[in-house]
């Protein structure tokens, strides 16, 4: 009975397969370098997304965006920043436009100003 109803189903053709999304090819060293310490763990805590209120720790983080910081593992870490760049657009990128004031709402809170120096630091990474 069931092979009998199954064979009843009409085919659909979806036509061709998308192709893959454009893989954005953010500098690693600079991320490593500057974007972590400068941006997302910065000294001041105040400021870090993986600071003392671990929003955006694996560990116990709240978000889409969860870090590995004990031990720090960028190459892991990359791959989900990934995740919330625009590289076409920097400024368009969720991981901007998320802590900066007045721009998109933010469970943290607005973490610093347009025209800041962690903006800076930002629209300073190399995308490839």
């Known amino acids: 009975m069931a092979a009998t109803a199954l064979a009843g189903c009409p085919t659909v053709d979806l036509g061709e397969t998308p192709p893959d999304p454009p893989t954005c090819n953010a500098d690693a060293l600079y991320y490593e370098q500057t974007i972590w310490p400068e941006y997302l763990a910065p000294p001041d805590t105040a400021t870090s997304c993986v600071g003392q209120a671990g929003c955006h720790r694996l560990e116990d983080g709240r978000s889409g965006l969860r870090l590995h910081t004990n031990p720090v593992d960028h190459d892991a870490n ?15 990128s969720s991981l901007l436009t998320k802590p900066v004031s007045g721009v998109d709402s933010h469970g943290g809170g607005d973490l610093f ?16």
């Open 113 to 128: 100003d347009p025209g800041s120096a962690q903006e800076t630091t930002f629209l300073g990474w190399p995308f490839l």
């Open 78 to 92: 990359l791959q989900v920043v990934l995740r919330f760049l625009n590289c076409g657009t920097p400024d368009l």
